[in-house]
């Protein structure tokens, strides 16, 4: 299996730009998450999807965060538009059914806004 | 709130020794579940172990095992036997009706 996939690894970016991040969980898993890590605030979940539908988006940031996950094997993280302060690692992670399973973790995607 | 607290950021341990690891969490809740991630250079977050909070029995993996004391609240990860490659940062997370992940500890191992 080639666990949960993200795309880009690397992204650097200006301010005031749209940055688009993406998920491919495990095939079979029904629920995936976002996570965003920094240094200040450590690892937090963003919003939690299952079978496709948003469970829970309390820990998106504000309106310039939008994510979806339009079928089961594709998910996108959108910032629009980007601040400095978005800069941290973002992680996608997919279980196989609820978040009392096991997480299996994306390799992150390095965002910096400029 | 539930919130889950790190008290060491960092740790070092001698190669073959062992270390622990502690945690503990604040909750309300009787149904919830506790994990230790490790999250080496790479930056990849691995599961190291898993417990449910309704099972007394302490969760074993392999050079891994928790003493979970519920009454406390105290979830701490023993590794015995350390390796090289278990340097690494260790969060603990507590999922309930939320996520709570705690702050890492940062470990060493020492050749």
Not at chain 1, 9 to 21: A, D, I, S
Not at chain 2, 25 to 39: A, R
């Amino acid at each position: 299996d080639a666990g949960v996939i993200q795309s880009p690894r690397h992204e650097v970016t200006e301010m005031g730009q749209e940055v688009t991040l993406r998920c491919k969980p495990i095939s079979g898993h029904n629920s995936l998450f976002w996570y965003r890590q920094t240094m200040m605030r450590g690892l937090e979940l963003l919003i939690y999807f299952n079978n496709n539908v948003p469970i829970d988006d309390s820990g998106m940031p504000e309106d310039r965060f939008s994510a979806k996950m339009p079928n089961a094997s594709f998910s996108t993280l959108k910032i629009q538009p980007s601040e400095p302060r978005d800069s941290a690692v973002y992680f996608c992670a997919s279980s196989l059914l609820g978040y009392q399973e096991t997480q299996y973790f994306g390799p992150g995607t390095r965002l910096l806004v400029l | 709130a539930q919130t889950v607290t790190q008290s060491q950021p960092e740790m070092s341990v001698q190669e073959a020794e062992t270390v622990t690891l502690s945690c503990t969490y604040d909750t309300s809740e009787s149904d919830y579940y506790l994990f230790w991630y490790k999250q080496p250079p790479s930056r990849q977050m691995i599961l190291v172990i898993r417990q449910e909070a309704y099972k007394q029995q302490n969760a074993t993996e392999n050079r891994f095992s928790v003493n979970f004391q519920k009454a406390a609240k105290s979830f701490s990860l023993k590794i015995s036997d350390s390796q090289l490659g278990d340097a690494a940062m260790y969060f603990c997370a507590y999922i309930g009706n939320q996520f709570y992940f705690g702050t890492g500890t940062s470990l060493t191992v020492i050749p």
